[in-house]
T-cell receptor
Framework: AQKVTQAQTEISVVEKEDVTLDCVYE???????LFWYKQPPSGELVFLIR??????QNEISGRYSWNFQKSTSSFNFTITASQVVDSAVYFC????????????FGGGTRLMVKP | EAEVAQSPRYKITEKSQAVAFWCDPI?????LYWYRQILGQGPELLVQ????????DSQLPKDRFSAERLKGVDSTLKIQPAELGDSAMYLC?????????????FGPGTRLTVL
């Protein structure tokens, strides 16, 4: 069975601080994809990144970076020099080869960036 | 940039009334999903369509919920009768295909409040 755990329910930082959001997943499949979505107060889920299980290279996109480690089943997300506009709920999600196209979401981490 | 459209954005209704939500996916996307997101939790899949056919509705409470995608484009999700526990955000998503590798793109959601 698939499972995604985001142990941090809420994080509060001051603007310009770096912050890391943790994601741990469970799967029996060797082929799977991991995703991060951002949900601002407006409610829409915004796609941030997709990573397949065979690509463990870290990825950087501007102030965002992702660290994928199969050895620890983790796919962590770091925001460098956080900004107030980064305040949102962030979700990690998993799709598995043996589960069709069903996305299993974690419970989300609410990030609050204070000025 | 193409987006998933949903309406209404907000809906307040009394229990035992009927409600309906509409979704228009990104043009060319064959797969459409309806998710329910309870406050403080991640989204959970209700139903998945491939073109006009239902692929997965195992989590849809069929005694009161129905979904259709008659022409394989836009879709309607209906609840009749609504219950207090149905208060949630209802999110629509679409993807190019139905493979687990495909990224799902989400609409702004409909926030339902049942009084």
């Amino acid at each position: 069975a698939q499972k995604v755990t985001q142990a941090q329910t809420e994080i509060s930082v001051v603007e310009k601080e770096d912050v890391t959001l943790d994601c741990v997943y469970e799967t029996r499949d060797t082929t799977y994809y991991l995703f991060w979505y951002k949900q601002p107060p407006s409610g829409e889920l915004v796609f941030l990144i997709r990573r397949n299980s065979f690509d463990e290279q870290n990825e950087i996109s501007g102030r965002y970076s992702w660290n994928f480690q199969k050895s620890t089943s983790s796919f962590n997300f770091t925001i460098t020099a956080s900004q107030v506009v980064d305040s949102a709920v962030y979700f990690c999600a998993l799709s598995e080869n043996n589960a069709g196209n069903m996305l299993t979401f974690g419970g989300g981490t609410r990030l609050m960036v204070k000025p | 940039e193409a987006e998933v459209a949903q309406s209404p954005r907000y809906k307040i209704t009394e229990k035992s009334q009927a409600v309906a939500f509409w979704c228009d996916p990104i043009s060319g996307h064959a797969t459409l999903y309806w998710y329910r997101q309870i406050l403080g939790q991640g989204p959970e899949l209700l139903v998945q369509f491939q073109d006009e056919s239902v692929v997965d509705d195992s989590q849809l409470p069929k005694d009161r919920f129905s979904a259709e995608r008659l022409k394989g484009v836009d879709s309607t999700l209906k609840i009749q009768p609504a219950e207090l526990g149905d208060s949630a955000m209802y999110l629509c998503a679409s993807s190019l295909g139905g493979a687990f590798t495909d990224t799902q793109y989400f609409g702004p959601g409909t926030r339902l409040t049942v009084l």
